[in-house]
């Protein structure tokens, strides 16, 4: 495969191709998604021309992209793909389970394949099972699962025997050049034969040229825009010329010295005329395609009627998005937070000037306080992308698990556009894939059991995203069993959790957060070792978010979890100790209040409570934790702010209470190193490191 790919780069004729490659990969991968996608919600009964088109359209892309860089294997499975999915959109082939099923581990494959390509050290993929699995297909045969074939006329012929046994088949002439290396165009040549069933190519001037021109007879069942795929980046492509070989035409077997190169340009349509034998199937754009660039023919369908429904989106699409690093986006959000800061530190110095005397001066920073805020609110919307980036991986993965469980499952998502910040999407994703997959697995009951129940015999799982005031509130409900209580309870006392009877529902649905809980009655490869909630509990804490469960036994149960938009800047309210400022996370504090010092009580010798309410809390004194240097030594703290995290709450003594602001988060840990019980740094309008406090950590510390 390793030849392949530096020869394909050899071919280049200067081209660096691997610069290339990320933006194949990044596409290629966009295209196996859609694939997947378009595939889970085709409606066999149903399937109508444009969603067979753009599954086509997907593979098509892939095999153009595989083939220019000379990734053999996957132009290989695609081409196979490709010719399943063109009988299904002529209408030749009906679709059926089984080929959606075949598709779908095709594009398992290409994933494992395009990531060897990348580096990723894994094994070669074996694919010979799918390729004989597609080729029988094609030709109307049944596989894997029983399907109707009423719509196939006639068994297609087996794509694997050689291409002149087509039907299709078509003799054209490849001409290539003026070249001033021949080597080039046998390396053309070479790479033409590596990619099975493209068809057969021989040489029609006895490999002898005086003009520099090479010119070779192919036979191939391949279209026109599928040879010049191939030949992309590899020949220039005004140096390759596609043409008819035929009666009518001057050339044929016995005359193989062509015309001279520029014969063709004369005749805008390259001499084809309607139903000329080197067509392409229902589409004279060969010499639209000859000035296209080098990604043009991808996009091209066969069928007029589904190319110029499908192309305006996709044209559309191409001009209306960049693609961009996101290196490249957190660098200018820390520069629009440099620009906050400096706004913050000019308005702090403006406000002792006298407004009458500098008015021009004030209003231009009131424009600039305003700019900067919307320029903040711009660049953060930037790294907001929506929630169905997330859900769009469910579908495939509960078609599968169900069919794995023998149950039957219907996935339902609602506020897909819901937005989210990129950080917390990625992060958000195997919890939310754990939920999903305990829902179908402990929740969803069997069929059976769902008829007997009164239920209808498939489940339903839904995921919903919405916003709720600064916060991102994901659920996933199902319709299932619910949770036991009675079954909870005992297994808590098996594992030694103290649990009286008297707790209230909320506080037993929170036991299964315990670590190692599990209600599984078997473990299975699925779910239930005993590693779960617990670990998905924890992961969503550390983002700042919580979890929270809702049940009815036997009428299904809800887990929402709450985050918070973006990792980026947070609400903060900021404190102050002696000549020290810390930030709180907004979400996390309770209240506030003052105290009189004969109220707080000692404990034990060395811990200290105060009651509130009839409750009695931990107090933590900010100024020992951080050892703040103080020099008015008369001085008592009076101030307590209460916050909440982890279940637990504490009372914090401060000095003062300074206000409410949002903070640019800054990594101490990047810029710095970790210091307990900070979770990180931000810079204040006066140009002062203020550190925002890590309130999990602090009530962890007062519990022990």
């Known amino acids: 495969m390793g030849e392949m790919t530096s020869e394909g780069a050899s071919l280049s004729a200067g081209i660096d191709l691997s610069q290339f490659y990320q933006v194949f990969f990044e596409e290629a991968g966009e295209n196996l998604d859609n694939m997947e996608q378009l595939l889970l919600n085709l409606n066999i009964e149903t399937a109508d021309d444009e969603e067979l088109n753009a599954i086509f359209r997907c593979a098509h892309s892939i095999k153009g992209g595989a083939a220019t860089f000379g990734f053999g294997d996957v132009a290989e499975l695609t081409h196979q793909m490709e010719t399943l999915l063109d009988k299904l959109r002529r209408h030749e082939l009906a679709p059926n389970a089984a080929m959606v099923d075949i598709l779908l581990q095709s594009g398992d494959a290409l994933r494992a394949q395009l990531g060897r390509h990348q580096g990723s050290g894994a094994d070669a993929v074996d694919t010979t099972d799918l390729l004989t699995s597609i080729r029988a297909l094609v030709e109307g045969k049944e596989v894997a699962a029983p399907a109707a074939q009423s719509a196939a006329p006639a068994p297609a012929p087996k794509p694997a025997a050689a291409a002149p046994a087509k039907p299709t088949a078509r003799e054209l002439e490849l001409q290539v050049g003026p070249l001033s290396d021949l080597s080039l165009a046998d390396n053309l040549v070479e790479l033409f034969k590596e990619i099975t069933d493209l068809g057969t190519i021989e040489p029609l001037d006895g490999g002898v040229s005086s003009d520099g021109m090479r010119r070779y007879k192919i036979l191939t069942g391949s279209t026109d825009n599928d040879l010049l795929d191939l030949f992309t980046f590899h020949v220039a492509r005004e140096q390759v010329k596609l043409l008819p070989l035929g009666p009518g035409f001057g050339f044929h077997e016995g005359a193989p010295g062509a015309p001279p190169a520029e014969a063709p340009s004369k005749d805008p349509g390259y001499g084809f005329f309607d139903d000329a034998p080197g067509l392409p199937s229902g589409s004279t754009e060969l010499e639209a395609q000859a000035q296209l660039p080098a990604e043009a023919p991808k996009a091209v369908v066969a069928k007029p009627a589904a190319k110029t429904e499908a192309r305006p989106p996709a044209g559309g699409m191409d001009q209306s998005t960049l693609r961009v690093s996101v290196e490249k986006v957190d660098q200018l959000i820390n520069l629009v937070g440099e620009l906050v800061i400096t706004q913050a530190m000019l308005a702090q110095n403006s406000s002792q000037l006298d407004p009458a005397l500098y008015q021009q001066l004030a209003s231009g920073l009131a424009d600039l306080e305003r700019n900067t805020r919307d320029l903040q609110e711009s660049v953060m919307s930037i790294r907001m992308i929506p929630m169905s980036g997330v859900f769009n991986r469910f579908p495939r993965m509960l078609r599968d698990l169900a069919a794995k469980l023998g149950k039957k ?129 924890r992961n969503i804490t550390q983002l700042g978010g919580t979890v929270e469960i809702d049940s009815a036994e036997g009428y299904g149960m809800k887990v929402s979890v709450r985050l918070p938009l973006t990792l980026a800047i947070m609400d903060g309210m900021s404190v102050g100790v002696g000549d020290e400022v810390y930030i709180l996370p907004l979400a996390s504090v309770v209240e506030s209040f003052q105290v009189q010092a004969d109220t707080i009580k000692t404990v034990g010798g060395s811990g200290r409570v105060v009651e509130v309410r009839d409750e009695y809390m931990p107090v933590v004194e900010l100024e020992q934790v951080f050892n703040v240097p103080r020099f008015d030594f008369e001085h008592v703290s009076s101030i307590m702010v209460v916050v909440e995290a982890e279940g637990g709450r504490v009372a914090m003594l401060v000095d003062e209470l300074l206000g409410q602001q949002q903070v640019v988060v800054k990594n101490l840990e990047a810029n710095y190193r970790k210091v307990p019980d900070v979770s990180g740094a931000t810079i204040m309008g006066d140009g002062r490191v203020a550190l925002i406090l890590d309130v999990g950590s602090l009530v962890r510390r007062s519990r022990h």
């Open 409 to 537: 499952v219907e996935l339902v998502t609602q506020g897909e556009a819901t937005e989210l910040d990129k950080g917390l999407v990625e992060k958000i994703t195997d919890p939310l894939t754990h939920l999903v997959r305990n829902s179908c697995d402990h929740g969803i009951e069997l069929p059976a059991e769902r008829i007997a129940k009164g239920k209808p015999e498939q489940g339903t799982i839904t995921l919903v995203a919405s916003h709720q005031g600064g916060s991102i509130v994901i659920e996933v409900r199902d319709d299932g069993r619910g949770l036991n209580r009675d079954k909870l309870i005992k297994k808590a006392r098996e594992k030694g959790i103290d649990a009286p009877d008297s707790m209230s529902d909320a506080e037993v649905w929170g036991l299964i957060f315990a670590p190692g809980f599990s209600t599984a009655d078997q473990v299975t490869d699925v779910s239930g070792r005993g590693v779960g909630m617990d670990v998905v509990k």
